[in-house]
């Protein structure tokens, strides 16, 4: 059974600062993954699609890796802002589902 | 502009009223689902679909009842509500179940169960 896992659970930063949230995932299987951003009481919204031939996809001051041998992905934020503040999700989709893991929970301070 | 649009946003209930939450998408995308999404459980999916008149559970079916009987519209029903079924709903949708597609996210239901 395909279990992720999304460390840290929560990290608070100063603005400016880079940084790495990881994602790691128990079946190699799978035919993409996805990065989406939740802010409080709202909807997902999609940041990042990798597929599983891809090793990186970048968008902005974002930049999402995948490894799928060792089962792990990176969100890199570049720059951050105080506007990051958030929850990432990762979630990967391999037999017939997305399978989220529980998520990071972003704060970036002024 | 692509979307998925789910109605209402936020909806109080009684236990027992019978309640439908719609779920619409206008990117003539297969396959649709439903999610819940609670506290220290993360996101689950209810139950999905992945065309017209093909529907299947999944993770926490119990309770909840599902149509698609055209395309773009993929209701979820909940025919004797409980408390337990408290949650923040999401409906996605994505062009087809595998081979790559990311998925679109509507912006959830809130939905309080009293």
């Known amino acids: 059974k395909q279990e992720v896992t999304q460390i840290p659970a929560a990290l608070s930063v100063p603005e400016g600062e880079n940084l790495v949230l990881n994602c790691s995932f128990t079946?190699?299987?799978?035919?993409?993954l996805q990065w989406f951003r939740q802010d409080p009481g709202k909807g997902l919204t999609s940041l990042l699609l990798i597929q599983s031939s891809q090793r990186e996809q970048t968008s902005g001051r974002l930049n999402a890796s995948l490894d799928k041998s060792s089962g792990r992905s990176t969100l890199y934020i570049a720059a951050s802002q105080p506007g990051d503040s958030a929850t990432y999700l990762c979630?990967?989709?391999?037999?017939?589902?997305?399978?989220f893991g529980t998520g990071t929970r972003l704060q970036v301070f002024p | 502009e692509a979307q998925v649009t789910q109605n209402p946003r936020y909806l109080i209930t009684v236990t027992g009223k019978k309640l439908t939450v719609t779920c619409s998408q206008n990117?003539?995308?297969?396959?649709m689902s439903w999610y819940r999404q609670d506290p220290g459980l993360g996101l689950r999916q209810i139950y999905y679909?992945?065309?017209?008149?093909?529907?299947d559970k999944g993770d926490v079916p119990e309770g909840y009842k599902v149509s698609r009987k055209e395309k773009r519209n993929f209701p979820l029903i909940l025919e004797s509500p409980s408390p337990n079924q408290t949650s923040l709903y999401f409906c996605?949708?994505?062009?087809?179940?595998?081979?790559?597609?990311?998925?679109?996210f509507g912006s959830g239901t809130r939905l309080t169960v009293v």
């Open positions: 679909s992945m065309n017209v008149e093909v529907t």
């Open positions: 996605a949708s994505s062009l087809r179940r595998a081979g790559g597609y990311g998925y679109t």
């Open positions: 079946d190699s299987a799978i035919y993409n």
């Open positions: 990117m003539n995308h297969e396959y």
């Open positions: 979630a990967v989709f391999n037999t017939d589902k997305l399978i």
